[in-house]
């Protein structure tokens, strides 16, 4: 039995942990949910072969230790893109689902309003984040609508659809989607 902080970390015997990357923090002592997720790319233009940012979310998310469990694209139709967002929410298999597009203010951008029907909570921290973060890169960033929420036990988070945009706000949500699913999962314990 560890009877020390500094005993668990090997600090006792004068083995000082690896420094963490500026921003990022560590949950080892928390047991973690395999993530598994569904990428959902929001468009009334998009096809498989032309799907650049559908494509680059989820190799992202592989090359983070997630597994994809699928990618599909969704009309910008509010009605189906609920109906979508709600079958797989309720899915027990998948507690991520990470949408791509439809977060403007065009009149067919429903990203954001189809999330908020299904969702159960509201995460407004993580849309904040990328905001925040994509801000200091463009001044285009204010006008995303993106929003998170979460729904039966999985995070449902709204990406811009541009490739840049995926790009940047994965790097902004990466270091904390393992401690949210843990924590969407059930896992509480600090």
């Given at each position: ?21 500026a ?81 403007g ?50 995070l ?32 509480t314990?600090?």
């Open positions: 039995m560890v009877s020390s902080t500094l005993e668990y970390l090997g600090a006792a015997e004068g083995k000082m942990p690896s420094r963490q990357p921003g990022r923090r560590r949950y080892d002592f928390m047991p973690n949910t395999q993530i598994r997720a569904i990428v959902v790319s929001v468009s009334d233009t998009r096809k498989e072969s032309d799907d650049a940012s559908g494509d680059l979310l989820s190799g992202l998310l592989l090359e983070t230790g997630i597994e994809v469990a699928g990618k599909l694209i969704v009309r910008d139709d509010l009605e189906d893109l609920k109906n979508t967002l709600a079958v797989i929410a309720e899915r027990e298999d998948i507690n991520l689902i990470i949408t791509t597009g439809g977060t203010l065009g009149q067919r951008d429903n990203t954001p309003e189809a999330t908020l029907a299904i969702g159960e909570r509201i995460v407004p921290g993580i849309a904040e984040a990328m905001r925040i973060e994509t801000l200091k890169n463009t001044p285009l960033a204010m006008l995303s609508r993106g929003i998170c929420a979460v729904r039966s036990g999985t449902i988070i709204n990406l811009p659809g541009s490739p840049k945009g995926v790009r940047e706000c994965f790097a902004v949500i990466q270091p904390v989607l393992q401690h949210a699913i843990n924590l969407v999962s059930g896992e314990s600090h």
